[in-house]
Protein backbone atom coordinates (compact mmCIF):
# COMPACT_ATOMS: atom_id res chain seq x y z
CA UNK A 1 0.00 0.00 0.00
CA UNK A 2 1.55 3.60 -0.94
CA UNK A 3 2.25 6.05 1.92
CA UNK A 4 0.00 9.28 2.20
CA UNK A 5 1.75 12.26 2.70
CA UNK A 6 0.02 15.77 3.30
CA UNK A 7 1.60 19.36 2.83
CA UNK A 8 0.09 21.86 5.10
CA UNK A 9 0.86 25.57 6.54
CA UNK A 10 -1.15 27.81 8.73
CA UNK A 11 -0.69 30.64 6.45
CA UNK A 12 0.07 31.60 2.74
CA UNK A 13 2.80 32.39 1.25
CA UNK A 14 5.56 29.97 2.45
CA UNK A 15 5.87 28.13 -0.33
CA UNK A 16 3.39 25.23 0.27
CA UNK A 17 2.64 24.37 -3.32
CA UNK A 18 6.03 25.08 -4.80
CA UNK A 19 7.47 22.30 -2.55
CA UNK A 20 4.53 19.78 -3.09
CA UNK A 21 5.16 20.11 -6.94
CA UNK A 22 8.60 19.97 -6.16
CA UNK A 23 9.07 16.81 -3.77
CA UNK A 24 6.22 14.91 -6.17
CA UNK A 25 8.62 15.42 -8.65
CA UNK A 26 11.68 13.88 -6.77
CA UNK A 27 10.04 11.19 -6.17
CA UNK A 28 8.70 10.69 -9.02
CA UNK A 29 12.11 11.32 -11.36
CA UNK A 30 15.19 11.06 -9.32
CA UNK A 31 14.30 8.11 -7.12
CA UNK A 32 11.73 6.36 -9.26
CA UNK A 33 8.30 6.16 -7.60
CA UNK A 34 5.42 5.48 -8.68
CA UNK A 35 3.88 8.71 -7.36
CA UNK A 36 0.57 11.11 -7.75
CA UNK A 37 0.01 14.65 -6.35
CA UNK A 38 -3.30 15.58 -5.73
CA UNK A 39 -4.54 18.93 -5.49
CA UNK A 40 -6.81 20.03 -2.93
CA UNK A 41 -7.06 23.49 -3.74
CA UNK A 42 -10.90 23.95 -5.08
CA UNK A 43 -10.91 27.18 -7.93
CA UNK A 44 -7.07 28.37 -6.67
CA UNK A 45 -4.67 25.24 -7.19
CA UNK A 46 -1.70 26.06 -9.29
CA UNK A 47 0.17 22.46 -9.59
CA UNK A 48 -0.70 22.20 -13.24
CA UNK A 49 0.77 25.59 -14.20
CA UNK A 50 3.66 24.93 -11.53
CA UNK A 51 4.65 21.68 -13.82
CA UNK A 52 3.74 23.22 -17.03
CA UNK A 53 0.63 21.06 -17.91
CA UNK A 54 -2.68 21.28 -19.19
CA UNK A 55 -5.12 19.00 -17.51
CA UNK A 56 -8.42 18.43 -19.20
CA UNK A 57 -9.77 16.45 -16.27
CA UNK A 58 -9.87 17.41 -12.17
CA UNK A 59 -11.17 15.37 -8.74
CA UNK A 60 -14.69 17.37 -9.58
CA UNK A 61 -14.87 14.94 -12.64
CA UNK A 62 -14.62 12.46 -10.49
CA UNK A 63 -17.01 12.99 -7.48
CA UNK A 64 -20.27 10.86 -9.74
CA UNK A 65 -18.13 8.19 -9.57
CA UNK A 66 -16.43 8.03 -5.81
CA UNK A 67 -19.24 5.42 -4.13
CA UNK A 68 -17.65 3.11 -7.09
CA UNK A 69 -13.96 4.50 -7.74
CA UNK A 70 -11.27 2.28 -9.77
CA UNK A 71 -8.04 2.83 -11.24
CA UNK A 72 -9.58 3.21 -14.24
CA UNK A 73 -11.48 6.11 -13.61
CA UNK A 74 -7.95 7.59 -11.95
CA UNK A 75 -6.14 6.87 -15.47
CA UNK A 76 -8.84 8.90 -17.37
CA UNK A 77 -8.62 11.86 -14.75
CA UNK A 78 -4.80 12.35 -14.31
CA UNK A 79 -2.12 14.32 -16.25
CA UNK A 80 1.13 12.72 -16.87
CA UNK A 81 4.07 14.94 -16.63
CA UNK A 82 7.59 14.03 -18.51
CA UNK A 83 8.86 12.95 -14.73
CA UNK A 84 6.13 10.29 -15.09
CA UNK A 85 4.79 12.06 -11.83
CA UNK A 86 0.44 11.88 -12.16
CA UNK A 87 -1.65 15.19 -11.53
CA UNK A 88 -4.92 15.49 -9.98
CA UNK A 89 -6.00 18.69 -10.50
CA UNK A 90 -8.66 20.72 -8.49
CA UNK A 91 -11.88 22.36 -10.08
CA UNK A 92 -11.80 25.26 -11.15
CA UNK A 93 -14.53 26.40 -9.66
CA UNK A 94 -14.93 27.96 -6.26
CA UNK A 95 -18.70 27.82 -6.03
CA UNK A 96 -20.17 25.65 -3.32
CA UNK A 97 -20.48 22.35 -3.68
CA UNK A 98 -17.10 22.18 -5.23
CA UNK A 99 -15.25 20.35 -2.03
CA UNK A 100 -15.16 16.37 -1.24
CA UNK A 101 -17.02 15.62 1.82
CA UNK A 102 -15.73 13.06 4.48
CA UNK A 103 -16.80 9.90 2.34
CA UNK A 104 -15.44 10.85 -1.15
CA UNK A 105 -12.67 12.01 0.14
CA UNK A 106 -11.52 8.38 2.07
CA UNK A 107 -12.74 6.94 -1.38
CA UNK A 108 -10.19 9.09 -3.51
CA UNK A 109 -7.65 8.56 -1.25
CA UNK A 110 -7.87 4.52 -0.77
CA UNK A 111 -7.64 3.85 -4.92
CA UNK A 112 -4.81 6.21 -5.29
CA UNK A 113 -3.10 4.76 -2.33
CA UNK A 114 -3.62 1.21 -4.00
CA UNK A 115 -2.17 2.74 -7.84
CA UNK A 116 0.79 4.31 -6.17
CA UNK A 117 3.98 4.26 -4.26
CA UNK A 118 3.46 7.70 -2.72
CA UNK A 119 0.61 10.10 -2.90
CA UNK A 120 1.39 14.04 -2.13
CA UNK A 121 -1.33 16.07 -1.49
CA UNK A 122 -1.49 19.73 -1.71
CA UNK A 123 -3.91 21.22 0.66
CA UNK A 124 -5.53 24.81 1.25
CA UNK A 125 -3.96 26.98 4.07
CA UNK A 126 -5.09 27.23 7.92
CA UNK A 127 -8.04 25.20 9.03
CA UNK A 128 -9.96 24.66 5.92
CA UNK A 129 -12.47 21.46 6.31
CA UNK A 130 -10.76 19.95 3.91
CA UNK A 131 -7.36 20.75 4.91
CA UNK A 132 -8.62 19.46 8.05
CA UNK A 133 -10.12 16.03 7.22
CA UNK A 134 -6.70 15.24 4.95
CA UNK A 135 -4.64 16.01 8.10
CA UNK A 136 -6.77 13.32 9.99
CA UNK A 137 -6.03 10.82 7.17
CA UNK A 138 -2.88 11.15 5.84
CA UNK A 139 0.54 9.34 7.06
CA UNK A 140 2.71 11.50 7.33
CA UNK A 141 1.91 15.31 7.63
CA UNK A 142 4.73 18.09 6.04
CA UNK A 143 4.33 21.88 8.15
CA UNK A 144 5.69 24.15 5.90
CA UNK A 145 6.65 27.39 7.26
CA UNK A 146 9.54 30.54 6.64
CA UNK A 147 11.33 31.91 9.59
CA UNK A 148 9.43 34.70 11.12
CA UNK A 149 7.62 35.92 13.77
CA UNK A 150 4.05 36.26 12.48
CA UNK A 151 4.41 32.57 10.42
CA UNK A 152 5.78 30.89 13.59
CA UNK A 153 2.87 32.72 15.63
CA UNK A 154 0.13 30.94 13.39
CA UNK A 155 2.44 27.80 13.06
CA UNK A 156 2.27 27.53 16.87
CA UNK A 157 -1.63 28.13 17.10
CA UNK A 158 -2.62 26.07 14.17
CA UNK A 159 -0.44 22.91 15.98
CA UNK A 160 -2.14 23.59 19.47
CA UNK A 161 -5.54 22.97 16.95
CA UNK A 162 -4.52 19.76 16.28
CA UNK A 163 -4.79 16.28 18.12
CA UNK A 164 -2.99 13.93 15.96
CA UNK A 165 0.08 11.91 16.53
CA UNK A 166 2.67 14.95 16.10
CA UNK A 167 5.20 12.02 15.55
CA UNK A 168 4.03 11.76 12.40
CA UNK A 169 4.67 15.10 11.53
CA UNK A 170 7.60 17.28 10.83
CA UNK A 171 8.63 21.12 9.78
CA UNK A 172 9.83 22.05 6.76
CA UNK A 173 11.47 25.46 6.95
CA UNK A 174 11.24 27.49 3.47
CA UNK A 175 13.32 30.28 2.40
CA UNK A 176 16.09 30.07 5.11
CA UNK A 177 18.81 32.66 4.97
CA UNK A 178 21.88 32.55 7.69
CA UNK A 179 20.38 36.31 8.45
CA UNK A 180 16.87 34.91 9.66
CA UNK A 181 15.68 36.43 12.79
CA UNK A 182 14.54 32.74 14.44
CA UNK A 183 16.85 29.99 13.64
CA UNK A 184 15.59 26.26 13.22
CA UNK A 185 17.20 25.56 16.50
CA UNK A 186 15.10 27.70 18.38
CA UNK A 187 12.10 27.30 16.20
CA UNK A 188 12.12 23.36 17.00
CA UNK A 189 12.42 24.67 20.49
CA UNK A 190 9.26 26.62 20.14
CA UNK A 191 7.03 24.42 17.97
CA UNK A 192 8.62 21.12 20.22
CA UNK A 193 8.39 19.25 16.26
CA UNK A 194 11.34 17.39 14.50
CA UNK A 195 12.80 19.73 11.73
CA UNK A 196 12.74 17.51 8.54
CA UNK A 197 14.38 20.17 6.25
CA UNK A 198 15.96 23.56 6.35
CA UNK A 199 15.25 24.92 2.62
CA UNK A 200 17.43 27.66 1.22
CA UNK A 201 16.02 30.86 -0.10
CA UNK A 202 16.40 30.37 -4.58
CA UNK A 203 14.67 33.87 -5.87
CA UNK A 204 16.09 32.46 -9.33
CA UNK A 205 14.88 29.25 -9.71
CA UNK A 206 11.55 29.50 -7.73
CA UNK A 207 10.84 32.17 -10.59
CA UNK A 208 12.16 29.86 -13.53
CA UNK A 209 9.72 27.06 -11.87
CA UNK A 210 6.83 29.61 -10.95
CA UNK A 211 7.00 31.52 -14.27
CA UNK A 212 8.12 28.52 -16.74
CA UNK A 213 6.69 25.74 -15.04
CA UNK A 214 10.22 23.91 -14.58
CA UNK A 215 10.35 21.98 -11.21
CA UNK A 216 13.61 23.29 -9.37
CA UNK A 217 14.37 19.25 -8.61
CA UNK A 218 14.91 19.24 -12.53
CA UNK A 219 17.22 23.05 -12.79
CA UNK A 220 21.15 21.18 -12.24
CA UNK A 221 21.85 24.23 -10.62
CA UNK A 222 19.09 25.25 -8.42
CA UNK A 223 20.06 25.64 -4.59
CA UNK A 224 16.25 25.10 -3.73
CA UNK A 225 15.89 21.94 -6.03
CA UNK A 226 19.10 20.06 -4.32
CA UNK A 227 17.77 20.39 -0.90
CA UNK A 228 14.37 19.14 -1.90
CA UNK A 229 15.45 16.38 -3.34
CA UNK A 230 17.68 15.30 -0.12
CA UNK A 231 14.17 15.87 1.19
CA UNK A 232 12.70 13.08 -1.00
CA UNK A 233 15.79 10.79 -0.16
CA UNK A 234 14.80 11.45 4.20
CA UNK A 235 11.00 10.80 3.12
CA UNK A 236 11.90 7.36 1.87
CA UNK A 237 14.27 6.78 5.02
CA UNK A 238 11.85 7.36 7.13
CA UNK A 239 8.73 5.72 5.52
CA UNK A 240 11.13 2.72 5.37
CA UNK A 241 11.18 2.82 9.69
CA UNK A 242 9.14 1.98 12.11
CA UNK A 243 8.98 5.40 14.26
CA UNK A 244 8.33 7.45 10.80
CA UNK A 245 9.18 11.08 11.61
CA UNK A 246 9.83 11.57 15.25
CA UNK A 247 13.50 10.57 15.27
CA UNK A 248 15.73 13.58 14.77
Known sequence: MGILIGIFSAKGGVGKSILAVNLAASLADALKQSTALIDLNPGLGCTDLLLDLKSKKSWGDLKG???????EHINLAVSIHPT?????????????????????????????????DYVLLDTSTGLEAIANLVYSLVDFRLIVLTPDGPT????????ESKT???????????QFTPAAAITP???????KINILSVLPMDPASVWKNVSYG???VLQKRSKLGKSIRQLS???????AGPNHADKD
Open 65 to 71: VMGELTE
Open 84 to 116: GLNLLTSPTSIAAGTNLDHQEIRSLLAVFRKKY
Open 152 to 159: LRATSRYL
Open 164 to 174: QNKGRAGLVIN
Open 185 to 191: KEIKKYL
Open 214 to 216: SPC
Open 233 to 239: IALLRIS
